[in-house]
């Protein structure tokens, strides 16, 4: 399997609440920085990378923007489809919403303000090979547990994963970045799940029990999006990428 043939599910469909006051019109990875919305740089790494097929997941709210800016990702070098998520339910349910534009049984999710998730894909892409995992998912140390989900781990093994453990009492000190690659098997547990706020980290913690899922654990800057004064640090490392790839 290769990064050509992967199809990534990116969800864009978060109401960017925290992002405000910047996000009263817009999604806020329609935020412009140095030109182009965060998303357009997202996109373009992607497609840099070789990646062909992409799935947007959009609200009803951010859809009439988003799809007349980036149409079907001709000019961008990718196919791009659009799914629906019409109610705020989690990012399980936002999942759930491309299931049925998923052709293939091993799929990528990212999050729609990753500008240089290929970079981690291709890693995904290679350990999953070598250690022959179920599920593969990125991971990154963190000084604040208590604010992320955090992985329970047996070596590369995760067997648990925790949302905002309480302080003292964190598995470890990795964190759950919110790259993915998962299967149609994960999938389809996916969806007999009760719909709720952590329907995919409850449904990762499931399929730990009986299947193998690594944690593939990086020391690369990894972009965060939450709130607008977050728009400091991605300017910074935007110019460090136009130099060297958006030329």
């Known amino acids: 399997m290769n990064l050509k043939n992967m199809p990534v599910i990116?969800?864009?469909?978060?109401?960017?609440?925290?992002?405000?006051?910047?996000?009263?019109?817009?999604h806020k990875t329609m935020f412009s920085l140095m030109g182009r919305p965060i998303l357009d740089y997202v996109l373009r790494d992607l497609a840099r990378a070789g990646i062909k097929k992409t799935i947007l997941v959009l609200s009803p709210r951010d859809e009439k923007q988003i799809k007349p800016y980036f149409k079907k990702g001709e000019k961008l070098g990718l196919s791009?489809?659009?799914?629906?998520?019409?109610?705020?339910l989690?990012?399980?349910?936002?999942?759930?919403?491309?299931?049925?534009?998923?052709?293939?049984?091993?799929?990528?999710?990212i999050n729609a303000y990753h500008l240089n998730s290929s970079i981690f894909l291709k890693d995904l892409i290679k350990n999953k090979k070598s250690e022959k995992a179920d599920l593969l998912l990125l991971?990154?140390?963190?000084?604040?547990?208590?604010?992320?989900?955090?992985?329970?781990?047996?070596?590369?093994?995760?067997?648990?994963?925790?949302?905002?453990?309480?302080?003292?009492?964190?598995?470890?000190?990795?964190?759950?970045?919110?790259i993915y690659y998962l299967n149609h098997h994960f999938l389809n547990l996916l969806?007999?799940?009760?719909?709720?706020?952590?329907?995919?980290?409850?449904t990762l913690?499931?399929?730990?029990?009986?299947?193998?899922?690594?944690?593939?654990?990086?020391?690369?800057?990894?972009?965060?999006?939450?709130?607008?004064?977050?728009?400091?640090?991605?300017?910074?490392?935007?110019l460090f990428l136009k130099f060297n790839?958006?030329?």
């Open 139 to 178: 991971g990154k140390k963190t000084n604040r547990p208590w604010q992320y989900g955090i992985f329970k781990l047996k070596g590369k093994r995760a067997v648990d994963i925790i949302e905002k453990p309480q302080k003292g009492k964190e598995p470890s000190n990795i964190r759950n970045v919110g």
């Open 205 to 238: 913690a499931k399929f730990m029990q009986k299947n193998r899922v690594l944690v593939f654990k990086t020391e690369r800057e990894t972009t965060s999006l939450k709130y607008a004064w977050d728009l400091l640090k991605f300017k910074n490392y935007l």
């Open 10 to 26: 990116i969800l864009a469909a978060g109401a960017s609440s925290r992002f405000w006051p910047l996000s009263n019109k817009k």
């Open 80 to 88: 791009i489809e659009y799914a629906l998520q019409r109610k705020a």
């Open 90 to 109: 989690g990012q399980a349910n936002a999942i759930l919403s491309a299931k049925n534009k998923i052709n293939s049984k091993d799929f990528f999710v």
């Open 245 to 247: 790839y958006f030329n």
């Open 191 to 202: 969806q007999k799940q009760p719909t709720e706020e952590y329907q995919l980290e409850s």
